[in-house]
């Protein structure tokens, strides 16, 4: 079993930033994806971005130049940097991982964090 734990949540103005974390735990032998997704009330989860083990990133168009994800594979920890905050990033965020556990690759989340940004 794997356990993704998010961190970092909160309430802020608008114009302010934030710092989510995503540590990944368990039975994993190597870690492909790891990435953020958000949903907001009444709407579907979306993608908000993705980076390889490698280190390439991709955004959905509403963030680019806003947030940054990052990560340390010896943590197997992935973080979302979010500056430049309005009140239509109000989500809860939810950390997603392609892990392998030595024999299969399989998609965990983390339990989602509130990110509430107000006007």
């Known amino acids: 079993q794997v356990q993704l734990v998010e961190s970092g949540g909160g309430l802020v103005q608008a114009g302010g930033s934030l710092r989510l974390s995503c540590a990944a735990s368990?039975?994993?032998?190597?870690?492909?994806?790891m990435g953020w997704y958000r949903q907001a009330p009444e709407k579907p989860r979306e993608l908000v971005t993705l980076i390889t083990s490698g280190g390439t990133a991709n955004y959905a168009d509403t963030v680019k130049g806003r947030f940054t994800i990052s990560r340390d594979n010896a943590k197997n920890t992935v973080y979302l940097q979010m500056n430049s905050l309005t009140p239509d990033d109000t989500a809860v965020y939810y950390c997603n991982a392609r892990v392998h556990d030595g024999t299969y690759y399989r998609n965990y989340w983390g339990q989602g964090t509130q990110v509430t940004v107000s006007s």
């Open positions: 368990g039975s994993i032998f190597s870690i492909n994806t």
